[in-house]
């Protein structure tokens, strides 16, 4: 039976530690390679060190395991991107132009490009943000992730190649630290209140941002590759909902739990790319087009991430 072979790059982050685990589940583990820049402490087999701004070794991977799908996800995030702007849009889009190229020259039947609503910038309604938004970003993360749906697109038309995205909102998961993220303290806020720590949080407290749990993430990403091809109507990258919450709405949820804990607010540069962001998403084409659905609230979040954060 002729299985796919992934290839899954920047496999050290939030999305792809947990991501790597459930495609080793679906295709098996010698089936799925892993790669970033270095190895982590007791990482699974078939890790490959890897620098995706390389293309040579790039296209030294996929050519002698005979990668057929690729999930992209190397990429410097928003706030920490802000902090080296060149060097954030020098590796988020060689990174990129390097996995379509050597996706096209290899018949790679399958891409996935990680987008974000940090493409969405001040110009949009907030409110139930449509599809069809111009996109106006904020943040060099923003940019790159922009360009990024423009030259997955340009791919698709152009030569045929299958690449698949979506704009992933704030992504909350127990599995893996804070990755300098503008919606990280969704994540941290719950290692504080575990260790019975104070919170001091760098949004204001009614900063409402799109959010969702990783499991939805996940399933999300993968229910996206496996749709039917002729599924698929957005080649640019797919608005994607989960939840959408404040930091006073999640403190409230923590509290029900820890009913000492505390945070206070001091907003800092993060605020400002918080606020360029929507709200909430429209998601309807992603629900038409491959039955996507969410399956977590913030409560049911809250209790999982406690339970195995403690």
Not at 277 to 301: F, G, H, T, V
Request: glycine share 6%; with cysteine; aromatic share 12%.
């Amino acid at each position: 039976m002729n299985t796919d072979v992934i290839l899954i790059v920047g496999s050290n982050g939030q999305l792809g530690t947990v991501l790597s685990q459930k495609l080793r589940q679906i295709y098996g583990d010698f089936n799925v390679f892993t790669s970033d820049l270095f190895q982590k402490i007791n990482s699974e087999d078939n890790f490959i060190t890897l620098d995706a701004t390389d293309f040579n070794a790039i296209e030294e991977v996929v050519v002698k395991h005979k990668i057929t799908q690729i999930y992209h996800l190397a990429t410097i995030l928003s706030a920490k991107g802000e902090q080296n702007p060149l060097g954030t849009w020098d590796l988020n889009m060689k990174t990129l132009l390097n996995v379509l190229e050597v996706s096209r020259l290899h018949n790679v039947k399958k891409v996935f490009f990680p987008s974000s609503i940090a493409v969405f910038g001040n110009n949009i309604n907030k409110e139930n943000t449509l599809q069809s938004s111009s996109l106006n970003p904020a943040t060099v993360y923003g940019i790159s992730k922009a360009a990024g749906e423009n030259w997955v697109h340009y791919y698709y038309q152009k030569y045929g190649l299958d690449v698949r995205s979506l704009r992933y909102p704030g992504v909350i998961g127990y599995q893996s630290l804070p990755g300098g993220g503008t919606t990280d303290y969704a994540v941290d806020i719950y290692h504080k209140a575990v260790k019975n720590e104070d919170f001091e949080c760098f949004l204001a407290s009614k900063t409402t941002l799109p959010m969702m749990y990783m499991d939805d993430a996940i399933r999300a990403t993968i229910e996206l590759m496996e749709a039917p091809k002729e599924n698929i109507s957005i080649r640019t990258s797919y608005n994607i909902a989960g939840m959408s919450f404040n930091p006073e709405e999640i403190a409230f949820s923590i509290k029900e739990h820890y009913p000492n804990f505390k945070i206070n607010y001091k907003p800092d540069f993060r605020q400002a790319i918080a606020d360029s962001w929507p709200k909430n998403i429209n998601d309807s084409d992603a629900r038409n087009d491959w039955n996507w659905e969410p399956a977590y609230n913030l409560k049911a979040m809250t209790k999982i991430m406690i339970e195995n954060l403690k």
